[in-house]
């Protein structure tokens, strides 16, 4: 019976291999604001601080916000936090409040039910073996405002905590190890 030749996998396809697989937070980032980018009511999207929002230039609405909150390193994942705002501009006499508050509320269950079931977040490749993945867990408390910041608009806000892979290896650390830190 012929044996396969034993094959050993080279630096570059390891590396290759891990970046599909673990994510940064650059990836998550940027999944979340493609998501919403993507979504055909998003009609403004940004990241940051909430504060450093500028509202009073924006006229693009509805408007979502990608709020960094924590980063939270388990043994094998990465828990990205983030607090999620979508909002809309309701109309001066507020006659709109309510369907501002509806649409905005099914626009964020859109965004994360991307995370919970979306199948454009998981794929396996076949060449690596590995299943690409972002994913959340437990249940979603979406708190509505209305009239906030200064130009008064009203949505709703999340958290959204983004678990991803990660192995906690010290073999890929960008560190010099020629020195021995021990005392």
Same mark, same amino acid.
């Given at each position: 019976?012929?044996?396969?030749? &034993?094959?050993?996998?080279? %630096?570059?396809?390891?590396?290759?291999?891990?970046?599909?697989?673990?994510?940064?937070?650059?990836?998550?980032?940027? %999944?979340?604001?493609?998501?919403?980018?993507?979504?055909?009511?998003?009609? @403004?999207?940004?990241?940051?601080?909430?504060?450093? &929002?500028?509202?009073?230039?924006?006229?693009?609405?509805?408007?979502?916000?990608?709020?960094?909150?924590?980063?939270?390193? @388990?043994?094998?994942?990465?828990?990205?936090?983030?607090?999620?705002? &979508?909002?809309?501009?309701?109309?001066?006499?507020? *006659?709109?409040?309510?369907?501002?508050? *509806?649409?905005?509320?099914?626009?964020?269950?859109?965004?994360?039910?991307?995370?919970?079931? @979306?199948?454009?977040?998981?794929?396996?490749?076949? %060449?690596?073996?590995?299943? &690409?993945?972002?994913?959340?867990?437990?249940?979603?408390?979406?708190?509505?405002?209305?009239?906030?910041? *200064?130009?008064?608009?009203?949505?709703?806000?999340?958290?959204?905590?983004?678990?991803?892979?990660?192995?906690?290896?010290?073999?890929?650390?960008?560190?010099?190890?020629?020195?021995?830190?021990?005392?």
């Amino acid at each position: 019976m012929p044996q396969r030749p &034993i094959t050993s996998t080279s %630096t570059t396809e390891l590396v290759a291999r891990d970046s599909m697989r673990y994510k940064t937070y650059n990836n998550v980032v940027e %999944t979340i604001t493609c998501i919403a980018n993507n979504h055909l009511m998003i009609n @403004g999207v940004s990241t940051g601080d909430i504060w450093e &929002i500028d509202l009073e230039k924006n006229t693009f609405y509805p408007y979502f916000h990608v709020n960094p909150v924590s980063v939270v390193a @388990g043994e094998n994942t990465l828990t990205m936090n983030y607090q999620l705002f &979508i909002m809309d501009l309701v109309e001066p006499h507020q *006659s709109n409040e309510q369907q501002v508050l *509806s649409d905005t509320l099914q626009i964020m269950i859109d965004v994360i039910t991307q995370f919970r079931n @979306g199948e454009k977040l998981r794929s396996y490749n076949q %060449t690596h073996g590995t299943d &690409i993945r972002y994913w959340t867990e437990g249940d979603f408390s979406m708190e509505p405002f209305v009239e906030r910041f *200064s130009n008064s608009v009203t949505g709703w806000v999340t958290d959204l905590p983004v678990i991803v892979e990660h192995n906690m290896n010290t073999c890929n650390t960008a560190f010099d190890n020629t020195d021995d830190c021990t005392q």
